[in-house]
């Protein structure tokens, strides 16, 4: 029913942006939060960022001050906009509808995600 499609993914050198695209659908982000993650090799996932249903964003200390997280209701289309790319950046991005307050919880599949690459 949750459908998540990923794009904007590449290769880009160091200090150099990208924006990601998470165009959803069978879920309304009237109610529901979203968040991007990311997973590099040899490491687990972890939360990049996460934006309310209200557009209130939250980020992980990493990127704070370098990723800005948005979204269109209109579009049901969730952006990360990165910016000052690091090689640490280097991951597979993913987005997903977490249940706030609950551990692990989410609505839709990881899927394949998009590939960001940035070289030194």
């Known amino acids: 029913q949750v459908q998540l499609v990923v794009t904007g993914g590449g290769l880009v050198q160091a200090g150099g942006s990208l924006r990601l695209s998470c165009a959803a659908s069978g879920i309304s982000f009237s109610i529901y939060a979203m968040a991007w993650y990311r997973q590099a090799p040899g490491k687990q996932r972890e939360l990049v960022a996460t934006i309310t249903s209200g557009g209130s964003p939250n980020y992980a200390d990493f990127v704070k001050g370098r990723f800005t997280i948005s979204k269109d209701n209109a579009k049901n289309t969730v952006y990360l906009q990165m910016n000052s790319l690091k090689f640490e950046d280097t991951a597979v991005y993913y987005c997903?509808?977490?249940?706030?307050?609950?551990?692990?919880?989410?609505?839709?599949?990881w899927g394949q995600g998009t590939l960001v690459t940035v070289s030194s």
């Open positions: 997903n509808a977490p249940l706030l307050g609950v551990p692990n919880r989410y609505l839709g599949l």
